[in-house]
Nanobody, 127 residues
Framework: QVQLVESGGGLVQAGGALRLSCAAS????????MGWFRQAPGKERDFVAG????????KYAESVKGRFTISRDNTENTVTLQMNSLTPEDTAVYYC????????????????????WGQGTQVTVSS
């Protein structure tokens, strides 16, 4: 089992920035690809960003490219999401997730290919 705990959400004005963190514990040796998803009220949980096991490969949703940056520290078992130039459309609950094996370098964007999830952290961007 892997446990994930997100932090760093909050309220920010449009144009501002937030940094989300996710700490993993448990069977961290089984963690390969990690990702961030978000879910706005009444909407599906959508892929935001993902990062390969060694951090050398990243993938972003079109809506966040150039504004968000995902990174990871395997020695600390953490993954972060730096979010800049936030807009009200970024308002959602953000979830950290771990992809099912054998993904290690390829990054899936399908929710069903992730099997561990954090509890989520709320991000609210005011206009």
């Amino acid at each position: 089992q892997v446990q994930l705990v997100e932090s760093g959400g909050g309220l920010v004005q449009a144009g501002g920035a937030l940094r989300l963190s996710c700490a993993a514990s448990g069977r961290t040796s089984s963690i390969y690809v990690m990702g961030w998803f978000r879910q706005a009220p009444g909407k599906e949980r959508d892929f935001v960003a993902g990062i390969s096991q060694n951090g050398g490969n990243t993938k972003y949703a079109e809506s966040v490219k150039g504004r968000f940056t995902i990174s990871r520290d395997n020695t600390e078992n953490t993954v972060t999401l730096q979010m800049n130039s936030l807009t009200p459309e970024d308002t959602a609950v953000y979830y950290c997730a771990v992809a099912k094996p054998p993904f290690s370098s390829l990054i899936p964007s399908t929710r069903g290919l992730y099997n561990y999830w954090g509890q989520g952290t709320q991000v609210t961007v005011s206009s």
